[in-house]
T-cell receptor
Framework: QKEVEQNSGPLSVPEGAIASLNCTYS??????FFWYRQYSGKSPELIMF????GDKEDGRFTAQLNKASQYVSLLIRDSQPSDSATYLC????????????FGKGTTLSVSS | DGGITQSPKYLFRKEGQNVTLSCEQN?????MYWYRQDPGQGLRLIYY???????QKGDIAEGYSVSREKKESFPLTVTSAQKNPTAFYLC??????????????FGAGSRLTVL
């Protein structure tokens, strides 16, 4: 059974701090990795995706991928109260036609 | 505007009733998916379809059925055989071509409550 693991949290950080969210996956052959943000009662929305080892930056968000260690992380710089949400890590297994596998999500709380 | 439309947004069902959740997309995506979300459980895959007239079971297909008669539509029926249907249901779609990021796009969701 392919798995994606996340610390459920809650992760609490003060406004302006860096929030670090982590995710590990079991399928070593996975090729695509996604971070979604989900506000309470709403559907997930894509923040970032990453395919290659290393860092990918988009505004205040940085995704980091280490395939050898099978982990992917999301850094949120200058955290804002509006960043308070559940962050879902998703992985596409290396098997044609398969669907994304989601972690259970990490709840982030940013206090002002 | 292109997107995914799910209806109804809220649905109440009596035990023993079948209900059908609608999902329509105008993104010209080939693949469509149904996920179920329970508190603290993340998203679990119910069914998915890569092309019209074809679909595959996900991890929790028991008690559910789907059809894919049109590219734009992928309705989900929650049957009376589903023992604990109260949940938030999410429909999603994805472009499966060789170009682009192939990311999953979600509808707004349907919240089903069994009375």
């Amino acid at each position: 059974q392919k798995e994606v693991e996340q610390n459920s949290g809650p992760l609490s950080v003060p406004e302006g701090a860096i929030a670090s969210l982590n995710c590990t996956y079991s399928d070593r052959g996975s090729q695509s990795f996604f971070w979604y943000r989900q506000y309470s009662g709403k559907s997930p929305e894509l923040i970032m995706f990453i395919y290659s080892n290393g860092d990918k930056e988009d505004g205040r968000f940085t995704a980091q991928l280490n395939k050898a260690s099978q982990y992917v992380s999301l850094l949120i710089r200058d955290s804002q109260p509006s960043d308070s949400a559940t962050y879902l890590c998703a992985v596409r297994p290396n098997q044609a036609g398969t669907a994304l596998i989601f972690g259970k999500g990490t709840t982030l709380s940013v206090s002002s | 505007d292109g997107g995914i439309t799910q209806s109804p947004k809220y649905l109440f069902r009596k035990e023993g009733q079948n209900v059908t959740l609608s999902c329509e997309q105008n993104l010209n995506h080939d693949a469509m998916y149904w996920y179920r979300q329970d508190p603290g459980q993340g998203l679990r895959l119910i069914y998915y379809s890569q092309i019209v007239n074809d679909f595959q079971k996900g991890d929790i297909a028991e008690g559910y059925s789907v059809s894919r008669e049109k590219k734009e539509s992928f309705p989900l029926t929650v049957t009376s055989a589903q023992k604990n249907p109260t949940a938030f249901y999410l429909c999603a779609s994805r472009y499966t071509g060789s170009s682009g990021a192939n990311v999953l796009t979600f509808g707004a969701g349907s919240r089903l409550t069994v009375l």
